[in-house]
T-cell receptor, first 113, second 114 residues
């Protein structure tokens, strides 16, 4: 079955550590996205990628970094510069960046201790 | 700038009752509108979308929404609630045909009472 796989599902981090969240899709979609979800705030876009080797900042990119070396993969690194990293992170993809319909993974919950 | 307001962060209905989740938006151009559903600790799933054409849009699981330009609304309804409908629902709007411009509302948590 086609879909988006995020890992790990739960992650704990000490302050000052970088962590990388994995996102893999087998839908053959060109575009991929990372969102952050906080209670009562909906989803906010961190980064998106229209195509391999290209990515753009979203609304809240500070303290995060991404790469897109393969079409299937779009990992997100939460750096120590992110002041409030505890959140639920969602990866999504769409057939192209001009397609509004998003397909989501099941999310990764990051907790900073 | 586009924005989305979902009226009511929590809605509770009885099983079998009408479900009405409200969404109002602001947009300077004809918008693209979406409703997504999120079950606990999962990602979001598209329920339905409005791009152009018929203003009454039917989605999955018996949900539908009507685009009312004069009221800048895109409310989500279902005639008869089922226990499995308990989830969080997000309205989203985009002024352009592109997911990178999608703006999400803050979500409405739907509870179904037996």
């Amino acid at each position: 079955d086609g879909g988006i796989t995020q890992s790990p599902k739960y992650l704990f981090r000490k302050e000052g550590q970088n962590v990388t969240l994995s996102c893999e899709q087998n839908l053959n979609h060109d575009a991929m996205y990372w969102y952050r979800q906080d209670p009562g705030q909906g989803l906010r876009l961190i980064y998106y990628s229209q195509i391999v080797n290209d990515f753009q900042k979203g609304d809240i990119a500070e303290g995060y970094s991404v790469s897109r070396e393969k079409k299937e993969s779009f990992p997100l690194t939460v750096t120590s510069a992110q002041k409030n990293p505890t959140a639920f992170y969602l990866c999504a993809s769409s057939r192209t960046v001009r397609t509004g319909e998003l397909f989501f993974g099941e999310g990764s919950r990051l907790t900073v201790l | 700038a586009q924005s989305v307001t979902q009226l009511g962060s929590h809605v509770s209905v009885s099983e079998g009752a009408l479900v009405l989740l409200r969404c109002n938006y602001s947009s300077s151009v004809p918008p693209y509108l979406f409703w997504y559903v999120q079950y606990p600790n999962q990602g979001l799933q598209l329920l339905l979308k409005y791009t152009t054409g018929a203003t009454l849009v039917k989605g999955i699981n018996g949900f539908e929404a009507e685009f009312k330009k004069s009221e800048t609304s895109f409310h989500l309804t279902k005639p008869s609630a089922h226990m499995s409908d308990a989830a969080e629902y997000f309205c989203a709007v985009s002024e352009e045909q592109g997911a990178q411009k999608l703006v999400f509302g803050q979500g409405t948590r739907l509870t179904i009472n037996p």
